[in-house]
T-cell receptor, first 112, second 114 residues
Framework: DSGVTQTPKHLITATGQRVTLRCSPR?????VYWYQQSLDQGLQFLIQ???????AKGNILERFSAQQFPDLHSELNLSSLELGDSALYFC???????????FGSGTRLTVV | DQQVKQNSPSLSVQEGRISILNCDYT??????FLWYKKYPAEGPTFLIS?????DKNEDGRFTVFLNKSAKHLSLHIVPSQPGDSAVYFC?????????????FGKGTKLSVKP
């Protein structure tokens, strides 16, 4: 157990739907990062939050949004889902020093 | 445009031999490099890192070499063990700059055969 908890582990949904992925960071970590891993792709950085505020944005689609709550857990919202959104979505957290992440085990999203 | 490239999607090595995984980067502002290992159905786990002020960092069987002039780093695993079979991701960041997030390569799948 890495200390980073992601739920659900698997999600199957239809095109056009909306889903929410949840992440609880490791205790004490203020930063949360979201990454997408599609087939044959590396880990694509989506977005980072630090202590409730958006810190950096990567290749995140406008249909996707995220937030970090006061208890530091984070949610990634994916809407108007398309087949191409099927992927593994990883959450990671880091402490103030920010060097190196601890990853969760991911949520596998399948859009049918 | 990929800033971190792992050009070998896969590598097969005999148990006991050396595994060498390579990574190239294009952004000269990167000042910190990390290697992560990923088993199926698990998230990536941190393996070893190196700062740009060093050219080598060793941790047990794992050694990372950094060649800044060539913008190249490599991970050496000696001796390789079947349990090392996993996908290895190279990652980079410019922690001294504005980009604190990690940029990952596409990964290299290592298979260590008994």
């Amino acid at each position: 157990d890495s200390g980073v908890t992601q739920t659900p582990k698997h999600l199957i949904t239809a095109t056009g739907q909306r889903v929410t992925l949840r992440c609880s960071p490791r205790s004490g970590d203020l930063s949360v990062y979201w990454y997408q891993q599609s087939l044959d792709q590396g880990l694509q950085f989506l977005i980072q939050y630090y202590n409730g505020e958006e810190r950096a944005k990567g290749n995140i689609l406008e249909r996707f949004s995220a937030q970090q709550f006061p208890d530091l857990h984070s949610e990634l919202n994916l809407s108007s889902l398309e087949l191409g959104d099927s992927a593994l979505y990883f959450c990671a957290s880091s402490g103030d020093r920010g060097i190196g992440y601890t990853f969760g085990s991911g949520t596998r999203l399948t859009v049918v | 445009d990929q800033q971190v490239k792992q050009n070998s999607p896969s590598l097969s090595v005999q148990e006991g031999r050396i595994s060498i995984l390579n990574c190239d980067y294009t952004n000269s502002m990167f000042d910190y490099f990390l290697w992560y290992k990923k088993y199926p159905a698990e998230g990536p786990t941190f393996l070893i890192s190196i700062s740009s002020i060093k050219d080598k960092n060793e941790d047990g069987r794992f050694t990372v070499f950094l060649n800044k002039s060539a913008k190249h780093l490599s991970l050496h695993i000696v001796p390789s063990q079947p349990g090392d079979s996993a996908v290895y991701f190279c990652a980079a960041s410019d922690y001294g700059g504005s980009q604190g997030n990690l940029i990952f390569g596409k990964g290299t799948k290592l298979s260590v055969k008994p």
